[in-house]
């Protein structure tokens, strides 16, 4: 009986809706409008004609038959959701569905590709014009700011070659993660996504080999964190960099004390960004190697889904 009810989509709607009004954790009513207005017109008719992920290691041929299932594309989607917003697991999921665990996880795996490559084509890198245009008064100060920068980090499950766990082993997290460098314009929204690389990987590196530094034009201001010692590359492209000053006397001048809680004030929304991204709990606790070869795209979605939250900066 309790699985009859969570897959009847009517009902799970009307549950979401009523969680809203109770708690932010499990879901908002922007997800739901999310949910509503991706499957009428945007993914529901391109996902009538996907083929299903059947595993890394079978043949092209046999990858690209269609998947025998009885779930409608609609609930498939809403299970998609609920494992990225409420992290559910996928034995919990496919209960709930009354499939098994394995369809499930093609399901999911299908679903973030698909999302990946119809996302990524309504976030593209902005023009200056266009972060100009949306700049808010608070930011007026930093002429052409075109980007505020920080990494974050995700737990990994420990993987069992050695090189592979060096190169993941976080010092900072003491834990193998994977590492993403995140940049946003200034009225909040993730203009830039790296993909995961090894938790050991410097911000400097992270940056060098993401690729962020062609999206630059001459001109740009880049924000970040001292961490991000990155001043002679955006030199090279004739950009500038704003970093809180380095102590360099025996206390701070009064001007480098403004200039420092001046940038820490603005830089707080990336921050505040990244703290959404994490709201959606697939990330809490350890990220199973089986989904590693989707990280880069599973955390590259999530993250043009908070574009489509409410502006972080008025």
Same mark, same amino acid.
């Given at each position: 009986?309790l !699985?009859?009810f969570?897959?009847q989509?009517?009902?799970?709607v009307i549950?979401l ?12 009513f922007?997800h ?7 499957n009428?017109?945007f993914?529901?008719?391109k ?6 992920w059947n595993?890394?290691?079978?043949p092209e ?5 269609p ?6 594309l609609i609930?498939?989607?809403?299970a998609v959701?609920?494992?990225l917003?409420v992290?559910l697991?996928?034995?919990?999921i496919a ?7 394995? =369809?499930?996880?093609n399901i999911?795996?299908t679903?973030i590709?698909?999302?990946y490559?119809?996302?990524?084509i309504?976030n593209?890198?902005?023009?200056? %014009?266009l972060?100009?245009q949306?700049?808010p008064?608070?930011?007026k100060k ?6 505020i920068?920080?990494c =974050?980090?995700?737990y990994?499950?420990?993987p069992?070659?050695?090189i592979t $766990?060096?190169?993941?082993f976080?010092n ?6 994977l590492?993403f460098l ?11 996504v790296s ?6 990987i410097s911000?400097? $590196? ?5 690729g962020?530094l062609d999206m ?7 924000m970040?964190?001292?961490?991000? =010692?990155?001043?002679?590359?955006l ?5 500038t960099? !704003? ?9 701070f001048?009064?001007?480098e004390?403004? !200039?420092t ?5 603005l830089r707080?929304?990336?921050e505040r960004?990244?703290g959404?991204?994490? %709201?959606?709990?697939i ?12 990280a880069?795209?599973c ?6 889904? =908070?574009n489509l %939250?409410?502006p972080?900066?008025?």
């Amino acid at each position: 009986m309790l !699985n009859f009810f969570f897959c009847q989509r009517e009902i799970i709607v009307i549950g979401l809706m009523t969680n809203y009004c109770n708690s932010y954790y499990h879901v908002t009513f922007l997800h739901f409008i999310i949910f509503s207005t991706c499957n009428s017109s945007f993914l529901l008719p391109k996902a009538q004609n996907m083929r299903y992920w059947n595993g890394s290691s079978t043949p092209e041929f046999d990858r690209q038959r269609p998947l025998q299932t009885c779930v409608p594309l609609i609930d498939q989607f809403l299970a998609v959701l609920m494992r990225l917003k409420v992290g559910l697991f996928v034995h919990d999921i496919a209960d709930r569905f009354l499939i098994s665990t394995s =369809t499930f996880s093609n399901i999911f795996v299908t679903w973030i590709c698909l999302m990946y490559e119809e996302l990524s084509i309504i976030n593209r890198y902005p023009s200056r %014009d266009l972060v100009n245009q949306t700049m808010p008064s608070s930011f007026k100060k930093f002429k052409n700011l075109r980007v505020i920068l920080d990494c =974050t980090e995700i737990y990994i499950q420990r993987p069992s070659n050695l090189i592979t $766990q060096n190169l993941t082993f976080s010092n900072y997290k003491q834990h193998n993660t994977l590492k993403f460098l995140i940049g946003i314009t200034p009225s909040g929204v993730i203009s830039f996504v790296s993909d995961a690389w090894g938790g050991r990987i410097s911000d400097r $590196q992270l940056v060098i080999k993401s690729g962020f530094l062609d999206m630059l034009e001459p001109g740009d201001n880049i924000m970040a964190d001292k961490g991000f =010692t990155i001043s002679d590359l955006l030199k090279e492209r004739k950009c500038t960099l !704003n970093i809180p000053p380095f102590k360099t006397k025996d206390q701070f001048s009064v001007e480098e004390v403004f !200039n420092t809680q001046e940038i820490a004030k603005l830089r707080i929304h990336v921050e505040r960004k990244i703290g959404r991204v994490k %709201d959606f709990h697939i990330f809490d606790g350890v990220m199973p190697l089986s989904l590693a070869p989707v990280a880069s795209k599973c955390f590259k979605v999530v993250c043009w889904l =908070t574009n489509l %939250d409410i502006p972080i900066v008025d």
